[in-house]
């Protein structure tokens, strides 16, 4: 397997998850687990941001953290645009050969860590809902 192989693998693996773990969201999405941690809607425009970081890293420039803002913050749309960013990022790595320890710092371990923390507050909303879900075993 080679390095764009694996790094396609983790991009599609971590997308099935965010998916899942996003999904059927409702009145949780502006639910904070604690004081501290970001809320769903915050999370999707969080990652939206680091997706943009991505991109930027691919073509040689760097972000100044803290500076993206969505162009909206009403669901789905914040989600829809998330997913845009994702795509346009990941399609940058995968172009831009040099780039994958940057992917993976940025999209892999990124996605990855928000989906943890996506499923703790799924749990504490709905303890109906099956963490498992998350889990693509087909």
């Not at 999370?43 to 972000?63: D, I, R, S, W």
């Amino acid at each position: 397997m080679t390095t764009q192989e694996l790094l396609q693998h983790q991009f599609d693996d971590a997308a099935y998850q965010l998916e899942k773990v996003f999904d059927g969201l409702d009145a949780s999405l502006d639910f904070r687990l604690t004081e501290k941690s970001m809320t769903p809607r915050e999370t999707a425009a969080h990652l939206g941001e680091c997706y943009v970081a991505m991109v930027k890293e691919a073509n040689g420039e760097k972000h100044e953290w803290g500076t993206y803002e969505p162009s909206t913050t009403e669901w789905p749309a914040v989600w829809e645009n998330m997913k845009e960013l994702r795509a346009k990022a990941t399609a940058a790595v995968l172009a831009k050969p040099g780039s994958e320890s940057k992917a993976s710092e940025f999209i892999v371990a990124h996605d990855n860590y928000h989906v943890g923390q996506m499923v703790a507050t799924r749990m504490a909303r709905d303890p109906d809902w099956d963490p498992y879900s998350i889990y693509n075993f087909g």
